[in-house]
């Protein structure tokens, strides 16, 4: 795995594209493995157990930069976030127990429209008007999710929880960008996850029954190892791989199809059916995700591109203007030019 945080940047920049599908595609069968594990293995020892081989492993493999770089203040942030890693994943596989994998993939995507609000509310930049939009377009998503079921409009308490790990996985991300300046994010990684493990732990001997390991099936242990290897440390890898070579725009919208890959595992492996007013409502939210997570970064960069063009409008014009000036101006020197040396 060394190896591969050492990936030349000379590969063709579709291959990080496809990192980052990738590491989509396996947050989404996370989600599936949950649902199909959550019975036989309670949501809290999911956590726990998750998070503290994810922590292990991944700081086994980068035991050299962290000896490098662990002290008192990657300690504390790092436990911060690993505060907020627990609830938001205790609260998700909570809400799988009583809603559909398909639901949760959605709602729980709902982070990137709260990030903005939540930001903004914690002193950051307001909202723009995409941001607005978005927001009125998921809401409009959450409704249709809502009025799905035979009893007319209902939100089940599986989706309010679920609803409500989307808001820990705001705090999180807001969080960890405040965090990330002057800090080594592998090792506030490692330090979350193993926080988050040992909450989950922590959690599951005091409030769910204990699992009987010894009687737990393959295809338990198989889920769990996914959990652990894939949907933590692998997915988390090629992520961060792509992020550095693809810009902010099209990344996000290749990760915001991990509810996408959520909805098509649930299918495929579940049996889950898509009503009429569950597609729209899906539909909707991920529209509401494009709105918030492209959309800005587009309109910015096309505004950079924009006032880029100006500025060589404007240098363009001022050399025809320097041209035609009258020859009584005097030039400047040649040791007064910036270019002369």
């Known amino acids: 795995m060394a190896r591969i945080l050492?990936?030349?940047a000379s590969l063709p920049l579709w291959t990080y594209k496809?990192?980052?599908l990738v590491a989509a595609a396996i947050w989404g069968l996370g989600t599936v493995v949950i649902k199909s594990t959550v019975d036989a293995f309670p949501p809290a020892w999911i956590v726990g157990v998750r998070f503290t081989a994810a922590g292990i492993i991944?700081?086994?493999v980068m035991l050299p930069r962290?000896?490098?770089h662990l002290d008192a203040e990657h300690l504390c942030k790092g436990s911060v976030l690993g505060v907020m890693v627990f609830l938001a994943y205790w609260s998700n596989s909570t809400g799988l127990t009583d809603t559909t994998a398909s639901n949760s993939s959605f709602l729980t995507s709902?982070?990137?429209v709260i990030i903005p609000f939540l930001g903004w509310a914690l002193r950051g930049p307001r909202?723009?008007?995409?941001?607005l939009a978005a927001a009125m377009v998921c809401v409009a998503g959450v409704e249709c999710v809502s009025f799905a079921g035979a009893d007319g409009f209902s939100l089940r308490f599986g989706d309010l929880v679920t609803l409500l790990s989307a808001l820990f996985l705001s705090f999180h991300v807001v969080y960890t960008a405040k965090f990330a300046p002057g800090s080594d994010m592998t090792l506030l990684t490692v330090i979350q996850f193993l926080v988050a493990g040992l909450l989950g732990l922590a959690a599951g001997l005091a409030l769910e029954p204990m699992p009987n390991f010894a009687a737990l099936g393959a295809d338990t242990w198989t889920s769990l190892?996914?959990?652990a290897v894939f949907a933590s440390c692998v997915a988390l890898l090629l992520q961060n791989l792509a992020v550095a070579h693809v810009d902010p725009a099209p990344a996000s919208l290749f990760l915001a199809t991990e509810s996408v890959f959520g909805v098509l595992f649930s299918v495929l492996f579940l049996g889950e059916l898509l009503t009429a007013p569950?597609?729209?409502g899906f539909a909707l939210i991920f529209a509401g995700i494009v709105v918030s997570e492209y959309l800005p970064q587009r309109a910015a960069r096309k505004a950079g591109a924009a006032g880029s063009g100006s500025a060589q409008v404007e240098a363009a014009e001022a050399r025809l203007e320097a041209q035609a000036a009258p020859t009584t101006v005097r030039p400047l020197p040649d040791d007064a030019d910036p270019l002369s040396n």
């Open 6 to 8: 050492k990936t030349p």
């Open 18 to 20: 496809a990192f980052l």
């Open 58 to 60: 991944l700081g086994v």
């Open 66 to 68: 962290i000896r490098k």
């Open 110 to 112: 709902l982070y990137c």
């Open 127 to 131: 909202p723009t008007r995409f941001n």
């Open 225 to 227: 190892a996914y959990l």
């Open 278 to 280: 569950l597609f729209a």
